[in-house]
């Protein structure tokens, strides 16, 4: 979340970047209650010390109307303690349900817009492939292989649900070992993270656990939720802890399986494996120093170019929109690999990394002593490593041949044991 005195004293701004994203969020209520919750905590202050000298002057010789009056005040006092003490905890509520709904600053070169095709892009690697034969997409390349089956899955755990098979798995095994050894050489731990989370630590990094707009699966009966990424359970994992400044700055990588809703996710786009109720993704996750963070959105980002380029699959990075940021992200660069299968070829996003500043920090109350000994919140940045099913379209679609074969990318051969897919399609 933002600062309470930052949304005061930069109010019109804080407004304006609430209409550029197109969030419903209160500044003015914010700004309201935060009055509110300072004139209360004065007057809270003021009836203490009263308490205070009253008890005070108790311990002192006295009349006894004299000390019988002394009782009086003190028991009023003790009411209006009371009293005023709710008060403030009704408002300290109310202000952190609305500044909860106000979303971070958006990066002063983050392209004004609603919605992703108003992202800019700001870079490309590779030509988009050119077949010398009609190329299938991703849903019936991996029938006729044999390597996906959505029909068995829909049967037994509903919609957007697959199985993978014979290569497919190896391939799901090769992309994780592949990026998972990229990510060590740069200083990345390694973590397998549990797939569920307390609806405090959702909630902490900016996820909605509940609500018809959720896109989360919450656990009936429980405070719990199955994660839709590894950034919830990285992101967690320091919640409520004061950070070594010399320990900073903390790369993490973890792997889990994310779970997603994606309630309302209908169209052409949505069939086979691009939007799924479950998926395996490599996660990169990082702690930093305020003024370190910018520069590690930057890396980030490298090592997200790193692992498509070793992948040989054509993509484009572009700088989201402020509509399509999601509230946590400063800013958010989105890595669109190409998709012959496609609409007849398009781009389709396969990673993304945000620079969160202190947003999440705050929300989690993850801070670093620094050198003048006061605590300071952290920066928190993310960015996905592999999200496995999105990568295995981008492959099966750009590296398909004339005979309905796929032939893998040079660098996952030795990870998986073989070079091709041949196609087991019945003639």
């Known amino acids: 979340m933002l600062d309470y005195r930052f949304i005061v004293d930069n109010v019109d701004a804080v407004k304006q970047n609430i209409t550029d994203r197109y969030i419903k969020a209160d500044a003015d209520k914010v700004v309201q209650l935060f009055g509110k919750r300072t004139e209360l905590v004065t007057s809270l202050q003021n009836l203490q010390q009263k308490r205070n000298a009253n008890a005070s002057a108790m311990k002192g010789k006295l009349e006894a109307d004299e000390r019988q009056s002394l009782i009086e005040e003190g028991k009023k006092l003790k009411d209006n303690i009371a009293q005023a003490e709710t008060e403030l905890a009704s408002i300290e509520t109310s202000l952190g349900e609305e500044g909860r709904r106000i ?154 399986h994310c779970f997603r809703r994606e309630a309302g996710a209908a169209g052409q786009f949505s069939k086979g494996l691009y939007r799924v109720h479950q998926f395996t993704k490599l996660e990169m996750f990082v702690y930093c120093l305020p003024e370190e963070s910018g520069a590690f959105h930057a890396e980030l980002r490298a090592v997200e170019e790193a692992i498509f380029s070793g992948l040989e699959i054509p993509f484009r990075v572009v700088d989201t929109c402020t509509g399509d940021l999601g509230a946590p992200a400063y800013r958010k660069w989105d890595l669109e690999a190409w998709m012959p299968g496609r609409n007849g070829g398009e781009w389709g996003e396969v990673t993304s990394t945000s620079n969160c500043t202190d947003y999440q920090a705050r929300r989690l109350n993850v801070k670093y002593k620094d050198d003048d000994g006061k605590n300071k919140f952290v920066h928190m940045l993310n960015g996905t490593a592999v999200a496995v099913s999105r990568a295995i ?29 041949n196609s087991r399609r019945k003639l």
């Not at 896109?215 to 409520?240: Q, R």
């Not at 981008?394 to 030795?414: C, H, M, T, W």
């Open 393 to 421: 379209i981008a492959i099966l679609e750009n590296f398909q041949q004339a005979d309905g074969s796929v032939r893998l990318p040079k660098v996952l051969i030795p990870y998986c044991g073989f070079e091709t897919i």
């Open 103 to 256: 979303p971070n600053m958006a990066h002063p070169d983050a392209p004004r817009g609603r919605e992703d095709k108003d992202n800019l892009e700001v870079g490309r690697v590779g030509e988009p492939v050119k077949f010398n034969f009609e190329p299938s997409d991703h849903v019936k390349l991996g029938q006729d292989l044999d390597i996906i089956d959505f029909d068995s899955a829909t049967k037994v755990s509903g919609t957007k649900f697959y199985y993978l098979k014979n290569e497919a798995v190896f391939l799901e095994l090769g992309l994780v070992r592949y990026a998972l050894d990229i990510l060590q050489k740069r200083g990345f731990t390694p973590f397998i993270t549990p797939d569920i989370a307390r609806e405090e630590i959702l909630s902490g990094i900016g996820f909605n656990p509940r609500g018809e707009e959720s896109n989360v699966y919450t656990l009936e009966g429980e405070d719990t939720c199955l994660v839709g990424t590894a950034e919830i359970t990285l992101g967690g994992y320091y919640s409520n802890t004061v950070i070594s400044k010399d320990a900073l700055p903390l790369r993490m990588a973890g792997l889990s």
